[in-house]
């Protein structure tokens, strides 16, 4: 599976858009990108994931540039609750496979208020 | 809560001593996976499970470690003489296993603290 890279941190106002980035410059055409994020001391959540397109669900969009080697997570409207580490993880085959997740050290996004 | 359980949340043991921790996954969800998470980094694979069989182990489950699911539905972790090195996070982790089968549904971990 292809290697992520994901700035260590950020910050975002309560109420402001959070745009949280990642690189996966050697992905490959098999790849999905998908996002969790984990909540001190919970478990990781899954987000949503996407393969070329861009992808907007009830949580977050996903925003896939057009090459694919780099990817934005955007919440639109950040609570506090939305302070978390984010995993932008890369993972080979369809969404149906049994693959397991292959973690980085993500992003802490705090939202302040 | 996902409806994924892990019990116990928390356990202090001493070096040497066996420990075993249980997950219940999702009741129709067929597939289940075993993480462990170390301060500041994020989970790393352990094993997974389709129904009873264990498919996949990953290099960091080492003899000491063993993993079983009777009858595909909970499943239980045992390490054996622990060390200190073995104080982590576990998480368990469970996905329907057809169709959209994207999402990893995650319990809520159980700490272990080797002393």
């Known amino acids: 599976d292809a290697k992520t890279t994901q700035p260590p941190s950020m910050d975002c106002a309560e109420g402001r858009a959070a745009n949280l980035p990642c690189n996966h410059s050697t992905i490959s055409g098999n790849e999905y990108v998908y996002w969790y994020r984990q909540i001190h001391s919970q478990g990781p959540q899954y987000i949503i994931h996407?393969?070329?397109n861009n992808e907007t669900n009830e949580m977050a969009s996903l925003i896939i540039t057009e090459d694919r080697k780099s990817s934005t997570l955007i919440l639109p409207h950040a609570t506090l609750r939305d302070t978390a580490v984010y995993y932008c993880i890369v993972r080979v085959g369809q969404p149906g496979s049994a693959r397991q997740l292959t973690f980085g050290s993500g992003t802490q996004l705090t939202v302040l208020p | 809560d996902t409806g994924v359980s892990q019990d116990p949340r928390h356990k202090i043991t001493k070096r040497g001593q066996n420990v075993t921790f249980r997950c219940d996954p999702i009741s129709e969800h067929n597939r289940l996976y075993w993480y462990r998470q170390t301060l500041g980094q994020g989970p790393e694979f352990l094993t997974y499970f389709q129904n009873e069989a264990q498919l996949e182990k990953s290099r960091l489950l080492s003899d000491r470690f063993s993993a079983e699911r009777p009858k595909g539905s909970f499943s239980t972790l045992e390490i054996q003489r622990t060390e200190q090195g073995d104080s982590a996070m576990y998480l368990c982790a469970s996905s329907l296993g057809r169709g959209g089968d994207y999402e990893q549904y995650f319990g809520p971990g159980t700490r272990l603290t080797v002393t």
């Open positions: 996407g393969l070329k």
